[in-house]
């Protein structure tokens, strides 16, 4: 059965349950739907997107807060066979300008307060039909918008194969690309994560984490969905603020990225917050540092369960329920989901313990990138397997240990940043002659962003001065936190740039 036949199940089965609740929200605060309630509101969404023109295989882009219109727009083009395409609400004009036009968005849902960002774009994206702003501080912005429109009764069979979700994912080449996943890929996810998570309709699940990429909207809402569980919402994370909602509404699963578990620990009254009563601590998106799965446990009686995944694959290895935690390990395969470690060069399986590219096969893995046919191609390996480009090691017993990214990918703070995204940006300065992009060590965000910056003979610059140019352009976590300015960068003989080399220069 897939996903939203499921979640269409348990609207019928219990629809005074409640499934979504919003207790901090600046949007929608004290507001609690039941399954009932979502069915009916996702149907009449249905009807308006119809009215509006989407058929199967359109592309319909949310640029919205994290508030409840995003959570029934989303389903409801699912429902209707189009693709969803969340967005970040904090991408500038210049990325979201390239994301509208690449995937061909035939409608655009925006938050009101972005008008005068998103208006001047609209002239220079022909095959979009409408921009819809929404007031999503308004509840009454939403239900005007449905209004005189009666639940959608329109069929909607789910085929396996077709792009119900896209997810932009940075590429190395500085162009982002667009992850076709299919309703065949988030049901068979959702089928390993709940087999392997144990997710129970009885569960109730504390969520922290943006709903525009794929651990926030996939593995955490989707996950509680198809159990039938309810879902707590904070729309922004607060460290005290969820320790209190933890221990005071008694919640079970809670998922979060590093950057996140480290603020909890370091809460003020941390030690002395009661979370007995909880079964599924998760942490994932970047990798747990030692320290970090040591402190938590120590701090809260919970042993962190680390996970791995990415946007084209959603989860692919996970550490037990029900068994070792393995501190440093993303632990072994998920059901279902099969990993290799293959010689980078070679591309042949290597011994365990054997460093190597670590390579993927499954039902949850994408159909390949938008309209980019070479590059999906190329991220395949033959014979169904998908290049990771992350580097790792297989113990005997399973347990996967990742040991570097290729590509010199930077994640902070859970959020990935391909390098050539902000050398692009960096470059456009009048005063830069060359530059470089790498991740430094840090112990709240995992790694920060860092340039490393040549000027033009004569020019004059300050750190201030590029990381305000940055910012202009790019979303925040993709922005520089420091820049280092240096006489030349560190080539090899055919002229690449040294990373490794400004990593251990810059990185102290």
């Not at 994560?193 to 009885?202: I, K, P, R, S, V």
């Not at 747990?288 to 959603?314: A, C, K, N, W």
């Not at 989901?337 to 010689?343: P, W």
């Amino acid at each position: 059965m897939m996903f939203l036949d499921r979640l269409r199940e348990h609207c019928d089965q219990q629809p005074e349950k409640v499934a979504v609740e919003f207790i901090d929200d600046q949007f929608a605060a004290g507001t609690v739907v039941t399954y009932g309630a979502l069915e009916q509101t996702v149907r009449r969404t249905m009807a308006m997107l119809v009215a509006k023109g989407v058929q199967r295989g359109d592309r319909v882009a949310l640029q919205l807060p994290k508030c409840l219109p995003f959570v029934y727009l989303h389903l409801a083009v699912m429902r209707l066979g189009a693709i969803s395409l969340p967005l970040n609400p904090g991408y500038p004009a210049r990325e979201l300008a390239y994301f509208l036009a690449d995937a061909e968005a035939m409608l655009f849902f925006a938050d009101a307060t972005t008008q005068a960002t998103v208006t001047p774009l609209l002239a220079d994206l022909p095959r979009l039909t409408a921009c819809i702003l929404l007031d999503c501080r308004d509840t009454r912005s939403f239900a005007a918008l449905l209004e005189g429109y009666a639940a959608s009764n329109r069929p909607a069979p789910q085929e396996p194969d077709a792009t119900c979700l896209m997810i932009y994912t940075s590429g190395t080449t500085g162009r982002p690309k667009g992850a076709e996943l299919t309703h065949g890929n988030l049901t068979a996810n959702l089928d390993s994560l709940q087999e392997a998570w144990g997710w129970q309709a009885d569960d109730l699940l504390l969520h922290v984490l943006p709903i525009f990429h794929v651990h926030g909207l996939v593995v955490a809402l989707h996950g509680a969905f198809h159990a039938g569980a309810t879902t707590i919402m904070h729309s922004k994370f607060d460290p005290v603020q969820t320790l209190a909602t933890l221990a005071g509404r008694r919640c079970t699963v809670f998922m979060a990225v590093p950057t996140i578990h480290r603020r909890l620990v370091d809460a003020p009254n941390a030690r002395n917050v009661d979370l007995s009563h909880m079964r599924l601590l998760t942490s994932g998106s970047d990798r747990l540092p030692d320290d970090l799965f040591v402190q938590f446990g120590v701090t809260f009686g919970h042993t962190l369960l680390e996970r791995y995944g990415m946007s084209e694959t959603i989860m692919l290895t996970s550490n037990p329920l029900h068994g070792e935690r393995r501190v440093g390990s993303v632990g072994a395969p998920l059901p279902g989901v099969e990993v290799r470690i293959v010689d980078p060069e070679s591309g042949t399986p290597v011994a365990d313990d054997v460093v190597g590219e670590v390579q993927v096969r499954g039902a949850n893995v994408c159909k390949g990138y938008w309209r980019q046919p070479d590059k999906s191609a190329a991220a395949f390996a033959g014979d169904g397997w998908f290049r990771t480009g992350d580097l790792g090691q297989r113990g005997a017993d399973g347990y996967l240990t990742l040991k570097g990214r290729s590509k010199d990918l930077i994640i902070s703070g859970g959020f990935n940043v391909y390098p050539p995204e902000v050398e692009l940006v960096i470059a456009d300065h009048p005063a830069v002659f060359a530059n470089a992009v790498i991740g430094c060590p840090d112990n709240e965000w995992g790694e920060r962003v860092t340039a490393i910056v040549v000027l033009h003979a004569g020019a004059v610059a300050t750190e201030p001065e590029i990381i305000a140019h940055c910012r202009a352009q790019l979303v925040h976590y993709k922005t520089p936190r420091r820049v280092v300015f240096v006489k030349e960068l560190p080539r090899n003989a055919m002229g690449k740039v040294q990373k490794a080399q400004l990593r251990q220069e810059s990185c102290a």
